[in-house]
Antibody, heavy 127, light 107 residues
Framework: DEHLVESGGGLIQPGRSLRLSCKGS????????LTWVRQSPGKGLEWVGL??????????DYAASVQGRFTISRDDSQNMAYLQMTSLKIEDTGVYYC??????????????????WGQGIPVTVSS | DIQMTQSPSSLSASVGDRVSITCRAS??????LNWFQQKPGKAPTLLIY???SLQDEVSSRFSGSGSGTDFTLTITSLQPEDSAIYYC?????????FGQGTKVEIK
């Protein structure tokens, strides 16, 4: 059975740091880009950032709302990905999902798609 | 950033109805458009990718169409288990932005 399992969430004060982890269980992360998506309470989905696979240079992109505060990294030897969050704000509160990018065949071409989602981990930023 | 706008924000329909949700991109995205379904307390699941390709094990009642800036998700013969929020997402470039969601309720 394939799972992505997030951990490390919880209650944290504004201005502090927190690191989320994402572990692949029965599913390899190494050849895939990995994305973090969050969802504020009662709100929609917000793309946070991604880290590409080593084959694509292992580069990262971030949403403007977290650029400079959040850092995504990976340890393929441990089948793990991480989201380091610093200078946390109240508006960073939400459920954070780890997502594996899969290469899917469609209409005769291959497409990179955020296909495989973890169950999510809540983060609450509050004093 | 590419803005994604869905309509309607919510709809209510009866079992067996055909329903459609539209998604408009602020610029052309070819067919780099995905649809997700999210049920309460659960992670989103992929329904449609590349605008019209059905993800494995997803019911054929779901279909997608469109290219460029205008896209549609159609559910034929709505079922009680289709009650959920549906999101579109562009994967043309990062940030891979989502629409604001469409809540589908069963009358």
């Amino acid at each position: 059975d394939e799972h992505l399992v997030e951990s490390g969430g919880g209650l944290i004060q504004p201005g502090r740091s927190l690191r989320l982890s994402c572990k692949g269980s029965g599913v390899s992360l190494g050849d895939h880009s990995l994305t973090w998506v969050r969802q504020s309470p009662g709100k929609g989905l917000e793309w946070v950032g991604l880290i590409r696979s080593r084959g694509y240079g292992g580069t990262t992109d971030y949403a403007a709302s977290v650029q400079g505060r959040f850092t995504i990294s990976r340890d393929d030897s441990q089948n793990m990905a991480y989201l380091q969050m610093t200078s946390l704000k109240i508006e960073d509160t939400g459920v954070y999902y780890c997502v594996r990018d899969d290469l899917l065949l469609g209409s005769g071409s291959y497409w990179h798609v955020d296909a495989h989602w973890g169950q999510g981990i809540p983060v609450t930023v509050s004093s | 950033d590419i803005q994604m706008t869905q309509s309607p924000s919510s709809l209510s329909a009866s079992v067996g109805d055909r329903v459609s949700i539209t998604c408009r991109a602020s610029q052309g995205i070819n067919t780099y458009l995905n649809w997700f379904q999210q049920k309460p307390g659960k992670a989103p699941t992929l329904l449609i990718y590349a605008a019209s390709s059905l993800q494995d094990e997803v019911s054929s009642r779901f279909s997608g169409s469109g290219s460029g800036t205008d896209f549609t998700l159609t559910i034929t013969s709505l079922q009680p288990e289709d009650s959920a929020i549906y999101y579109c997402q562009q994967s043309y470039r990062t940030p891979r932005t989502f629409g604001q969601g469409t809540k589908v309720e069963i009358k």
